[in-house]
């Protein structure tokens, strides 16, 4: 436990080190803050966005959006993935199509789901779940092709039933090669999020950076990339903790 | 005075008389008529000045490279992001005006959907309405603005949303937004496929002062080690701005300058520019000074700029000046 507490310690010092030392760079006139804001220059930027609430909007809008769209698709991902993986007609038949549609850049295609989807919310959430459902598909299906074939052969030899078998074996065997993808998912459909409110959208993270830059109130943009960057670790650990609870055998 | 031997040499030669190139950041539209102008007739060469073109997707990006001095010239438009800036003490000088809304010869258009066009007469009838805007904080949302003010009401009353222009036309057809805020040639073409119709123009309802669109910026590190440089290039630019305002209104040079203009911007269709209306230049150049403070006060009352810049001392217009005493004023306005 000791060694968890200097870890988590750790993670928290490296960051602030950075701060810390752009501010003095800052200070002594190694970096043009005409350019790059000082920390301390983005932290009261980032105060009064937050005191007049802005901040929180954008924040909830973004979350709201990615966590509908993670869910949205991770679960169909996690499910066609062991299919996929279970099934080699089934993955015959479906690697080519995910092979085929996961590189397209989704945000390319975000006027195509805003015309499908609307101007609101759900184009934004097909684009995020999109970027996910791709990845899940293909860790899942080789967290699950890649576990031993004589566990399948013993549970049969005991005459395991299948719910037991996915329960047992299946799942337990494919759920680390699974959380490996959902880590990536995360973080690319965060990237996604951003980029295509860059494009499209009224509130969220992208569109505070990107209307912030526009209007060269370039502290505020950094308000906003940092907010990402918070967004990003917060989201992750919380998906560790999961990691931790559902795959304690990892630790 | 090897290096003055040199420039001799180079001069009598007929090459370059400025060592540097100047690089122009441009858009490809038609307010860089000039630049395409004065470099396909040899205005820049004339004045001994290279240049080359470096394409940008909006004003905004281009403002960072000049105030480094990576481009010397750049057409800004006019916006939030261009008060910002001087605010925020980047070396960037207003040489002179580029293009505003004149009556005849205004780009900036209010288009709404077909289906709206017995419902919507009055600006007091978009109350409610979703309006697309391409950027937040620019002239043609300032536009919008003083078209709800114009009969008493405020940009609030609107709904906006920000959309790249060609997203607009499905935007309009799949009745997303019931209009948008747009320049030429899209306000024309438009209309020409049945989508929108154009609502109002700037120039219907901003006289005074005119809705200043863009202006001509340098970079100060450029004009600081240039100055010379600085004035040849700019009276090479007047001569080009001087064929847009013939072509403009219909001059023998006309022909001439849409065809550079084909060559050079992005829109090819060469019977458009009969059909669209082109943006005002004014011939000598001079800046609607309470234009752009209107501008710069709405930007400031809604807290798009925080630190309020005094514009007369961000404009420098030595340049200009110069150019003018080299090629007389033009008497028209």
């Not at chain 2, 990006?61 to 261009?82: H, R």
Request: aromatic share 10%; glycine share 8%.
């Amino acid at each position: 436990m000791r060694k968890v507490t200097q870890e988590r310690a750790l993670a928290i010092l490296s960051p602030i080190a950075v701060l810390v030392l752009w501010q003095l760079a800052s200070d002594i006139g190694l970096v043009d803050q005409r350019y790059v804001p000082s920390p301390v220059a983005i932290a009261k930027a980032g105060w009064s966005l937050a005191a007049t609430g802005e901040l929180e909007k954008h924040v909830w809008a973004s979350l709201r959006r990615l966590a509908v769209g993670f869910v949205l698709g991770a679960v169909p991902g996690i499910l066609l993935g062991i299919v996929m993986g279970l099934s080699r007609w089934v993955r015959a038949a479906l690697d080519p199509l995910v092979a085929a549609l996961y590189p397209i850049p989704k945000v390319a295609i975000l006027p195509l789901l805003m015309l499908v989807f609307g101007l609101g919310d759900a184009s934004k959430v097909a684009v995020v779940a999109m970027s996910v459902l791709f990845l899940t598909i293909i860790n899942t299906t080789v967290g699950v092709v890649q576990l031993e074939k004589i566990y399948f052969d013993v549970a049969r030899n005991y005459g395991t039933p299948w719910y037991k078998l996915f329960a047992r074996v299946i799942l337990p065997g494919a759920l680390p090669t699974i959380f490996a993808g959902l880590r990536i998912s995360l973080g690319v459909s965060l990237v996604v999020l951003v980029s295509a409110e860059f494009v499209a959208a009224n509130s969220g993270i992208g569109y505070l950076i990107w209307s912030s830059w526009q209007t060269l109130v370039v502290e505020n943009m950094f308000v906003g990339i940092i907010v990402v960057t918070i967004l990003g670790v917060l989201t992750t650990f919380l998906l560790h903790e999961c990691e931790r609870l559902l795959v304690p055998w990892r630790q | 005075m090897r290096r003055l031997l040199l420039a001799m040499l180079v001069g009598l030669l007929g090459g370059p008389a400025f060592a540097q190139p100047v690089k122009i950041g441009d858009l490809g539209i038609l307010a860089d008529a000039p630049f395409y102008i004065a470099i396909e007739k040899g205005y820049f060469k004339e004045a001994g000045v290279e240049v080359s073109l470096e394409r940008f997707n909006s004003a905004a990006q281009a403002t960072a490279p000049l105030s480094t001095d990576q481009v010397q010239v750049v057409g800004g438009g006019v916006s939030a992001a261009l008060y910002n800036a001087f605010a925020r003490g980047w070396p960037v000088r207003i040489a002179m005006a580029r293009t505003r809304d004149w009556p005849g010869y205004s780009s900036d258009t209010l288009v709404l959907r077909n289906d709206l066009k017995s419902s919507v007469t009055s600006a007091k009838q978009l109350k409610g309405k979703m309006i697309a805007v391409n950027t937040p904080a620019s002239v043609l949302h300032f536009m919008l603005a003083r078209l709800m003010e114009s009969e008493g009401l405020s940009i609030d009353d609107v709904s906006t949303v920000n959309m790249a222009w060609p997203n607009m036309a499905p935007g309009m057809e799949t009745k997303a937004i019931d209009g948008g805020m747009v320049v030429e040639p899209f306000a024309t073409q438009f209309s020409a496929k049945n989508i929108s119709f154009p609502f109002k123009r700037a120039a219907d309802f901003m006289k005074s002062p005119p809705l200043e669109v863009s202006v001509v910026l340098y970079s100060k590190g450029w004009t600081d080690k240039n100055p010379d440089q600085a004035k040849a290039f700019t009276l090479a630019y007047l001569k080009g701005v001087r064929d847009y305002v013939d072509a403009m209104k219909g001059g023998p040079k006309r022909a001439e300058v849409v065809d550079i203009c084909v060559k050079y911007t992005s829109l090819k269709d060469k019977a458009m520019y009969d059909k669209m209306q082109w943006s005002y230049m004014d011939p000598n150049g001079e800046i609607s000074f309470d234009g752009l403070r209107d501008q710069q006060d709405w930007y400031a009352k809604h807290g798009y700029v925080a630190t309020k810049a005094n514009i007369e001392a961000m404009t420098d217009r030595r340049f200009l000046d110069y150019a003018l005493e080299k090629l007389g004023r033009a008497g028209d306005k």
